[in-house]
């Protein structure tokens, strides 16, 4: 017969000591190595906050995934952006080609984020569309903006076929030609472009399905939603608007829409 404070092992002796000796139970958070105790410390950063490092090229372990985020909520381009940053700031290779970005008597002709994305290391840009695919009236005609379409849907093929001609699983130059391999391929309101019958949706399945194995690709866009990206898309958010400021009459304010 043992004291209850005391567990006997196959060798005879006690395991554990009585806590009325001072001493402390087996598993104590209080005994041995502290991070027993401490959720944080046993974290991938030990708890610490994290500081920033000087952005040298590597390559990311576990991107290959597709994305598509939709919806009549403001914040699709936006969370692109923030994701292509995040990526960026570990030293991918990132870049955008806008769909429908062309300019807007809305907004001046400089573009906080085109600035910063200028300044990020290893973040491209392209934009090759009109503003009047959101609807609004620019005097173009349909069949310019069709064009206009055709041509950027040719430039992601283009894109996406240098990204498969590329070793992914390397790092890539941080100002090296997106043409020959990005990590991460941002296509902002390619959905636009299909909900308004100006790219074929199953040429946009057709572009996700051929993408190279390593290749993260984000596509942004419509108010619609894309059920042709169902089983083809890893991940689908849609931002649904619950208030917007346009709605009161604002127009797109400098520093938060452009």
């Known amino acids: 017969m043992t004291d209850d404070s005391d567990t006997i092992t196959d060798g005879g002796e006690s395991s554990e000591t009585d806590p009325a000796d001072g001493g402390s139970r087996a598993g104590d958070p ?5 991070s ?3 959720p944080a410390a046993r974290t991938p950063g030990g708890g610490a906050a994290p500081e920033p490092e000087p952005v040298e090229p590597a390559a990311p372990e576990e991107f290959g995934l597709v994305q598509a985020w939709w919806g009549d909520g403001k914040g699709k381009t936006t969370a692109a952006m923030g994701m292509g940053f995040r990526a960026a700031g570990h030293g991918y290779r990132v870049h955008m080609l806008q769909f429908m970005k062309g300019g807007a008597d809305s907004v001046e002709g400089v573009r906080g984020e ?3 994305i200028a300044a990020m290391p290893g973040f491209s840009y392209e934009n090759a569309g009109h503003y009047g695919w959101h609807g609004l ?5 349909d069949d310019e903006h069709e064009a206009k379409a055709a041509a950027a849907f040719d430039r992601a093929e283009a894109l996406v076929a240098g990204a498969a001609d590329a070793d992914l699983a390397a790092p890539l130059p941080l100002d090296g030609d997106p043409d020959e391999g990005v990590h991460m391929l941002i296509l902002d309101e390619l959905l636009y472009a299909a909900d308004r019958g100006l790219v074929d949706p199953n040429d946009v399945v057709a572009l996700a399905e051929s993408k190279p194995e390593g290749l993260e690709l984000v596509l942004t866009g419509s108010h619609a939603e894309p059920e042709y990206l169902e089983g083809v898309a890893d991940l689908i958010s849609n931002v649904r608007k619950v208030a917007h400021p346009f709605d009161a009459g604002h127009r797109a304010r400098r520093g938060t829409e452009y």
């Open 30 to 34: 209080t005994d041995g190595d502290s």
């Open 36 to 38: 027993d105790g401490d």
């Open 114 to 116: 085109y600035n910063a």
């Open 137 to 141: 009236l620019d005097g173009s005609a």
